[in-house]
């Protein structure tokens, strides 16, 4: 098992990123407590095995917007994540599909946010999921069939 480790480092003279011997391997990966606003369509493409992914603490605001690019970013993780983090972000709105290529999800935390409104079929895709974490936001309106 391999982790892939990107938080900030308590003292200069420790690494930032730790790589994993083979990025095939990677199966857990932390990119808490950073400085992130967006993610590259092709950013977990080498990450196949994936099951854990850590995006807490960033700065990801209209990330959730754009469902194609979501899609795009999310696509080589569709059969392998099971867990997704992203709460204490700047998210205000769960867009339709948001989250629809991740079959495999079965955690979802997004506690902490900003988020106001969840749209329908935001979460309807997401047949494993089991556990979904949305307190501590500014919630005032969730579709009948989110």
């Known amino acids: ?13 420790q690494p930032r990123v730790t790589h994993p011997p083979t ?3 990677t199966v857990c990966s932390y990119l808490n407590g950073n400085q992130l606003s967006s993610i590259a369509s092709n950013a977990f493409s080498r990450l196949t095995n994936l099951n854990t992914l850590y995006l807490g603490s960033n700065q990801l605001a209209t990330f959730l917007l754009n469902t194609t690019a979501v899609s795009l970013v999310f696509a080589p993780l569709a059969s392998t994540l099971q867990t997704l983090y992203i709460s204490n972000n700047r998210i205000e709105t769960i867009a339709s599909n948001t989250f629809s290529v991740l079959t495999a999800l079965m955690y979802l935390g997004l506690f902490s946010n900003r988020i106001t409104s969840i749209a329908s079929n935001a979460f309807s895709a997401l047949t ?3 556990f979904l974490q ?4 500014n919630i005032t309106s969730i579709a009948s069939n989110a």
């Open 1 to 13: 098992m391999s982790s892939l480790l990107c938080a900030r480092s308590p003292s200069p003279s």
């Open 23 to 25: 990025w095939a391997h």
């Open 128 to 130: 494993a999921l089991t």
């Open 134 to 137: 949305i307190n501590n936001n």
